[in-house]
């Protein structure tokens, strides 16, 4: 009788240790309403950051890291949400929750200035990349000198000179007693 029963409590150890895991759907494409793409230069350079508003499929998906791809002048960007498996939702299953999202479009391997095609999700916007600005310097034109208000003194104690002695602050002079004849 023990031993039927040592068995069957291993064999129930060893049927809860080998349950399926719970694991996450595959993420599906995100319902997009608008994409709005922004071009600024840094450093002289192009850079594109498309901004993405659009509704979830329900209050417990969330957004997942986009794909991007490109074929010519066409660049793709997947959005993408995810529903945990077992994830509870709220009491209010009819309303699709709304998000925006910033996602910086790669631009490296493009063909340089020019027009091109955002699909997101199958939303097409097209958007002009700029020339690259680069200035010319010819070497004639110095700096002006800047001088530093501050001084180092010690190694670790940056002094700034204004003329202005904080309260409380006793001149080193002032604190030592007159000397003895």
């Known amino acids: 009788m023990g031993f039927l029963r040592n068995i069957l409590f291993i064999s129930s150890l060893l049927a809860v240790s080998c349950q399926v895991k719970p694991y996450a759907p595959p993420p599906i494409p995100a319902i997009v309403e608008s994409a709005e793409v922004e071009i600024r230069l840094f450093a002289g350079r192009p850079e594109a950051i498309v901004t993405v508003k659009g509704t979830l ?83 004639e034109e110095t700096p002006a000198e800047y001088e530093s208000r501050i001084k180092l003194v010690d190694e670790f104690i940056p002094i700034e000179e204004s003329g202005i002695i904080p309260s409380g602050f006793i001149e080193p002079a002032a604190a030592l007693p007159p000397p003895k004849d």
């Open 57 to 139: 499929s329900s209050s417990a998906a969330m957004l997942v890291d986009p794909k991007q791809s490109r074929e010519g002048d066409t660049l793709f960007i997947e959005v993408l949400e995810q529903t945990p498996r077992g994830a509870t939702l709220l009491p209010d299953l009819g309303a699709m929750p709304p998000f925006k999202t910033r996602i910086p479009i790669e631009l490296l391997g493009t063909g340089g200035p020019g027009t091109y095609t955002l699909d997101t999700n199958g939303l097409l916007t097209t958007f002009e990349i700029p020339a690259i600005q680069a200035t010319v310097s010819t070497g």
